[in-house]
């Protein structure tokens, strides 16, 4: 089945400790996203990166950082700078932009609590 | 720049009862739209789409209308369900610059549907 998992789904970390987040996609989508997902505020865009090797901070990246080595993996680490970190993660990916329209296929998303 | 409005939650009805959730948006270029759908503790999962003006997304007994002169794309289904409940987001997807290929979402609308 091509999909995009994420783990873990709840994730509980001590004030203070970073985290990674996993993001695997085998659609073999060039493109990947991270949001955040918080009651009543929609997605906001964190990262985004439309090819290996590369990528862009979207619209709340400061206290996040990515990396994107591999087509296939997006991981996202909550660092310590983060102010309030706990909230719904969501990665998506899509064919990329050359595609003409953009469809983003979404992951089932992790759950972080900061505690 | 680019951005989406939607209505405001949370929209209650009755099953078999009409539903119109409304979406205006506003952005550079010729985007693509989108209607997505999340249940509770899940991803967004891609309801419709229309990529040009006049082209209508069905999906599901759910419709939009990609309306140019007043950039629109509302929301309706004729007869909702108790599955229907959910949390449906408006999105545009940037055709140009720097922001090609990205996702503009609205906030979203709660949908309760009771039997």
């Known amino acids: ?115 | 720049g680019n951005s989406v409005t939607q209505m405001e939650g949370p929209v209650t009805l009755s099953e078999e009862a009409f539903l119109t959730i409304n979406c205006t948006y506003t952005a550079t270029g010729y985007p693509s739209l989108f209607w997505y759908v999340q249940y509770p503790g899940e991803g967004l999962q891609l309801l419709l789409k229309a990529t040009k003006a006049d082209d209508k997304g069905s999906n599901k007994g759910f419709e939009a209308t990609y309306r140019k002169e007043t950039t629109s794309f509302h929301l309706e289904k004729g007869s909702v369900q108790v599955s229907d409940s959910a949390v449906y987001f408006c999105a545009l997807s940037s055709d140009r610059g720097s922001t090609l290929g990205r996702l503009y979402f609205g906030r979203g609308t709660q949908l309760t549907v009771w039997p």
């Open chain 1, 1 to 115: 089945d091509g999909g995009i998992t994420q783990s873990p789904k709840y994730l509980f970390r001590k004030e203070g400790q970073n985290v990674t987040l996993s993001c695997e996609q085998n659609l073999n989508h060039d493109a990947m996203y991270w949001y955040r997902q918080d009651p009543g505020q929609g997605l906001r865009l964190i990262y985004y990166s439309q090819i290996v090797n590369d990528f862009q901070k979207g619209d709340i990246a400061e206290g996040y950082s990515v990396s994107r080595e591999k087509k296939e993996s997006f991981p996202l680490t909550v660092t310590s700078a983060q102010k309030n970190p706990t909230a719904f993660y969501l990665c998506a990916s899509s064919i990329g932009s050359l595609a003409g329209y953009n469809e983003q296929f979404f992951g089932p998303g992790t759950r972080l609590t900061v505690l």
